[in-house]
């Protein structure tokens, strides 16, 4: 069968997918676009695509006898894909989940630090050449043990955040989901408004989608504690960037941690001048083992499809 790869991956997961496909992987590492995914639904039998490759709705109905029938995409986010039209055209969808959380929840766990900590004004000031020595008030942040912390979206991914928050720091957790969970620590299920008026870090952590799209906007912001912190591990287009940023500047919130992007990835110059904000070039799950194990996720539903069997991940 033939497989296109939308972005090369972990070389160890490249031996692996030429070994069993006919394999094409794009040269470059931009998004597909919607004339390259129309190409893909029509040459291909299997296309691994991953953050960005832009099969909307569009694309399927530009392809009314698609050769795909698999559309195996490397992570555990797919709002990039139109997942009903994927199912109307007759191509299954499936992603890589559990592979992704505890590297996800860590670099949450590296923003509400940094953030917390003042850890990147503080590094950019030493190297700067601006330190000039300890003192007893100098660089005031936020001590996380013992904080509450509101998790909105109470998935895979903010359990594990609230377990490393809760079990490492001590932190009370309160959580924003539509169902209650079961979880192995104390944890408060609240409406989202109370939840975050008595937090003092907010993480979001819920899928992409339309669902989603501006969950944390102005009013949200606005239900925020002004010392407490906001931090971003989701989507981009979760948070309404603009109210952010009005959020940060009238000093309704104390700060933020961001490793993704509304419109990723441009980031707004305002943001990139607030010594309050942390921003990382979404690196929530860059690690090689992380990577080769998404790969290799992908790659096991790709070759259950291609062997006539139940898909293990199907979206």
């Not at 530009?62 to 195996?72: F, I, W």
Request: proline fraction near 5%.
């Amino acid at each position: 069968m033939k497989l296109l790869i939308s972005r090369r991956l972990p070389e160890s997961v490249m031996a692996e997918a030429e070994a069993r496909f006919d394999v094409t992987c794009r040269s470059v590492t931009t998004p597909m676009d919607h004339e390259e995914c129309v190409a893909a639904l029509g040459d291909h039998d299997i296309v691994l695509p991953t953050l960005g490759d832009a099969f909307r709705a569009e694309a399927f109905a530009a392809v009314p006898k698609p050769r795909c029938g698999l559309l195996a995409n490397f992570g555990v986010g797919y709002n990039h894909i139109d997942v009903a039209a994927s199912r109307a055209a007759g191509i299954a969808v499936t992603n890589t989940p559990g592979a992704v959380t505890d590297a996800t929840a860590d670099i949450a766990m590296t923003l509400i630090l940094m953030t917390a900590r003042r850890a990147g004004e503080g590094e950019r000031m030493l190297r700067a050449g601006d330190w000039t020595g300890w003192h007893p008030t100098q660089m005031l942040g936020l001590h996380l043990t013992g904080k509450t912390v509101c998790i909105v979206g109470m998935g895979r991914i903010g359990q594990a955040i609230a377990h490393r928050c809760h079990h490492g720091f001590g932190c009370r957790i309160v959580y924003v989901n539509r169902s209650a969970k079961a979880v192995d620590m104390p944890a408060e299920q609240m409406e989202m408004a109370d939840a975050l008026g008595c937090a003092d870090v907010v993480v979001l952590a819920t899928p992409g989608g339309a669902d989603t799209h501006h969950l944390m906007g102005a009013e949200a912001f606005a239900a925020m504690q002004p010392h407490a912190i906001f931090v971003n591990i989701s989507r981009g287009d979760v948070v309404d960037e603009t109210a952010l940023i009005a959020a940060l500047e009238a000093g309704a919130i104390a700060g933020a941690g961001l490793d993704v992007y509304e419109f990723e990835p441009v980031v707004p110059e305002a943001l990139i001048a607030m010594e309050n904000v942390t921003l990382l070039p979404h690196l929530g799950t860059a690690a090689l083992e992380v990577r080769e194990a998404m790969g290799r996720m992908a790659l096991e539903n790709a070759i259950a499809f291609a062997e006539g069997r139940d898909l293990p991940n199907p979206v």
